[in-house]
């Protein structure tokens, strides 16, 4: 009997150990990929990776870690600088070229990105800002300061598209055809193309605090893509 309750204590206790050793390598590769992160993408503050499932080693031995969490409290990609990023990716490879199975994110991107693209599609000099539901677009218009209300959906698997609610001046709701053609036209079909990585594709838009909230599905995507994207 002795014996039996030694053996079962060794048991334990290498269990234990291996349980120990499983969450310092998990907390190990974490940090790595953090750094890895940090390293790939610009002005990244506040990421965290989180690795879940249990064990580690198994799924490391494998080739395929089961699903994997992160988040930033900012970052910058392709130039868009991009706030409380939230990731979610299952069947992440573990070797070269880190393909992601399936995935979703999201992010608030900033008005100052917005403003940026919606200048260079349009040709205007617009301001862009939140308002609510809402993003308040200012342009001048023959001297005069004009505010457009538009709201953003998708236009396409890349494509974020605006729709013109209301056309504010000093005088009061004009119709966005009250305006001189070329804003009209360019306002009311402004398009905004996303330069997105091979398997992503847009899947929500909606005006957040600071921004526009951005979401995301993809499959089969390589992991370097997503960052230098």
Same mark, same amino acid.
């Given at each position: 009997?002795?014996?039996?309750?030694?053996?079962?204590?060794?048991?334990?206790?290498?269990?234990?150990?291996?349980?120990?050793?499983?969450?310092?390598?998990?907390?190990?590769?974490?940090?790595?990929?953090?750094?890895?992160?940090?390293?790939?993408?610009?002005?990244?503050?506040?990421?965290?990776?989180?690795?879940?499932?249990?064990?580690?080693?198994?799924?490391?031995?494998?080739?395929?870690?089961?699903?994997?969490?992160?988040?930033?409290? $900012?970052?910058?990609? #392709?130039?868009?600088?991009? /706030? &409380? +990023?939230? *990731?979610?990716?299952?069947?992440? @490879?573990?070797?070269?070229?880190?393909?992601?199975?399936?995935?979703?994110?999201?992010?608030?991107?900033?008005?100052? $990105?917005?403003?940026? #693209?919606?200048?260079?599609? /349009? &040709? +205007?000099? *617009?301001?862009?800002?939140?308002? @609510?539901?809402?993003?308040?677009?200012?342009?001048?218009?023959?001297?005069?300061?004009?505010?457009?209300?538009?709201?953003?959906?998708?236009?396409?698997?890349?494509?974020?598209?605006?729709?013109?609610?209301?056309?504010?001046?000093?005088?009061?709701?004009?119709?966005?055809?009250?305006?001189?053609?070329?804003?009209?036209?360019?306002?009311?079909?402004?398009?905004?193309?996303?330069?997105?990585?091979?398997?992503?594709?847009?899947?929500?838009?909606?005006?957040?605090?600071?921004?526009?909230?951005?979401?995301?599905?993809?499959?089969?995507?390589?992991?370097?893509?997503?960052?230098?994207?």
């Amino acid at each position: 009997m002795k014996r039996l309750v030694g053996v079962l204590v060794v048991l334990v206790v290498l269990v234990g150990v291996a349980v120990v050793a499983d969450r310092i390598a998990v907390r190990s590769a974490e940090r790595g990929a953090v750094t890895a992160f940090e390293q790939e993408a610009d002005d990244v503050t506040g990421a965290q990776i989180d690795i879940t499932g249990f064990p580690f080693l198994t799924q490391v031995a494998r080739g395929e870690l089961s699903h994997v969490t992160g988040s930033a409290d $900012s970052a910058t990609f #392709a130039g868009y600088a991009v /706030s &409380d +990023l939230q *990731v979610d990716a299952r069947g992440v @490879g573990t070797s070269e070229p880190y393909t992601v199975a399936s995935g979703t994110a999201s992010g608030v991107l900033a008005e100052s $990105s917005l403003q940026e #693209a919606v200048q260079e599609q /349009s &040709d +205007l000099d *617009v301001t862009v800002t939140a308002d @609510g539901d809402v993003l308040a677009l200012g342009v001048d218009v023959l001297g005069l300061p004009v505010t457009v209300d538009v709201t953003p959906r998708v236009s396409g698997p890349e494509t974020l598209a605006v729709d013109v609610e209301a056309v504010r001046t000093g005088l009061g709701v004009v119709s966005v055809d009250d305006l001189p053609p070329g804003v009209a036209g360019a306002l009311t079909d402004l398009q905004i193309a996303l330069d997105l990585p091979e398997g992503v594709a847009l899947d929500s838009v909606a005006v957040a605090e600071g921004g526009v909230r951005v979401a995301v599905t993809g499959t089969d995507i390589v992991a370097t893509d997503l960052v230098a994207s």
